[in-house]
């Protein structure tokens, strides 16, 4: 019996497996960190974190309170982890004869050496009950240190972002795999994991959009963002499953704020009504926090097209994170404010671009491009002075558009450092 992505698309009840029988069997036993994602949107069985969710995927349809059963996951193995690295010994064996070691795993750069203190565990789409042995799955304990290992990496530097996005992409959801397969929801250690993990997603889907080079960032934008909706319906399932004992974690409002913030924009903007069900269902101090407001009045400000408020909002009180997420929506409400001036002024009295900087919270010297990218003319005066004309009826919102621009303003220009930001 096999376990695969469940049709809501949270998690993968899989692991690594020695091949049997013929090579060709063999490679395909266990996934390469492309590989496995570029499948990520196949339907399978659900494991024991997708109780949190009964649709799909989208960002408008988590159902993080819709529990379901499944059999299946029930009759697993009660496993108890013993592996004592970061990467079983025969995966990393095998791995090692197939020339399957990532650059960050090879020893002193030989793709067919690798140690023990340098081999991660690969996330892997298929798995046989039969077959699972405790052997292969790490503790708690190791899935911490492997954890801070991962992190290690991701905040040096050293490498192409891509590259090492692609690695700890990977080697996180073989965390999060080995975490529910042994069915470990209590304690305060998968909680601060999760934690972790999301944020190395939110930094993630800030800092590939910002790549204007790679022409396969977009699908690993994508890819990123639905496994950071999943990795936030199991941490909520986690924080539901320890609040006996646990009445509240520090960080819970901050993380609840992002999904309320992953539904900024109209590309993918939910129903009303079903986001109202799911604030109704939150604790009363997670739902009158001051994250968890802020959120709430910038989803609110972004939908009635309030642009000065949404900018004015998120430059006075967005944390890192909350920014990171929110960025790309900048440009949209952006977009909005300059349609309103263009519309709603007078046809004798141009916009100095000067004006048009403060109101939108640009560059001056961005101002010309944006105004083109949204199909806007603009013109120089006989003193030097740059306008925009009003009433111009070719206004249209800029559609892939690559240029970045940031939102002006002291508090966030820390933000925008490409120092790689500590997890």
């Not at 196949?42 to 349809?61: C, D, E, H, Q, V």
């Not at 002193?108 to 991660?120: D, F, H």
């Amino acid at each position: 019996m096999f376990h695969t992505v469940s049709a809501s698309g949270f998690y993968v009840m899989e692991r690594w497996q020695p091949p049997r029988g013929r090579r060709g069997r063999g490679r395909g036993s266990y996934s390469s960190s492309s590989s496995s994602r570029s499948n990520d949107s196949r339907p399978s069985k659900a494991s024991n974190y997708a109780t949190t969710t009964s649709k799909t995927t989208s960002l408008g349809s988590f159902g993080i309170n819709n529990k379901q059963h499944n059999n299946d996951v029930e009759s697993l193995p009660n496993l108890i982890g013993t592996c004592p690295f970061m990467c079983p010994v025969d995966e990393r064996v095998q791995r090692e004869r197939l020339r399957d070691l990532a650059i960050f795993e090879r020893l002193e750069g030989n793709p067919t050496k690798s140690s023990s203190t340098l081999a991660v565990k690969k996330f892997c789409r298929t798995i046989s009950t039969k077959d699972i042995r405790d052997v292969d799955m790490r503790p708690v304990h190791v899935l911490e240190d492997t954890l801070n290992y991962l992190l290690t990496i991701f905040e040096s530097g050293k490498h192409p972002f891509e590259v090492v996005h692609d690695f700890i992409f990977d080697r996180t959801r073989s965390i999060r795999q080995d975490l529910s397969m042994q069915s470990i929801t209590s304690g305060d250690q998968a909680v601060h994991m999760f934690e972790r993990i999301i944020e190395f997603h939110i930094v993630s889907h800030y800092k590939l959009r910002r790549n204007t080079t790679d022409s396969n960032v977009s699908p690993m934008h994508h890819l990123n963002l639905e496994q950071l909706t999943k990795a936030l319906a199991s941490l909520y399932h986690l924080y539901d499953e320890n609040r006996k004992s646990n009445p509240g974690y520090a960080n819970e409002p901050k993380f609840y704020s992002f999904y309320v913030l992953l539904h900024l924009g109209s590309d993918h903007q939910p129903t009303g009504e079903s986001l109202s069900l799911w604030f109704r269902t939150l604790p009363y101090s997670i739902a009158k926090s001051k994250e968890m407001m802020f959120s709430r009045r910038l989803l609110r400000y972004f939908r009635f097209g309030n642009y000065k408020r949404f900018l004015h909002t998120t430059e006075a009180e967005a944390s890192r994170l909350q920014y990171y997420i929110i960025e790309p929506y900048v440009s949209e409400i952006r977009a909005t404010g300059l349609s309103c001036l263009n519309y709603g002024g007078y046809k004798q009295h141009p916009y100095p671009l000067s004006d048009l900087s403060k109101h939108l919270f640009l560059d001056e010297s961005d101002v010309e491009s944006f105004c083109k990218d949204c199909g806007l003319e603009t013109f120089t005066s006989d003193t030097g002075t740059k306008f925009m004309p009003t009433k111009q009826t070719s206004f249209c919102h800029p559609k892939g558009s690559r240029k970045h621009y940031p939102l002006v303003s002291k508090r966030l220009k820390p933000f925008y450092d490409e120092v790689p930001y500590r997890i």
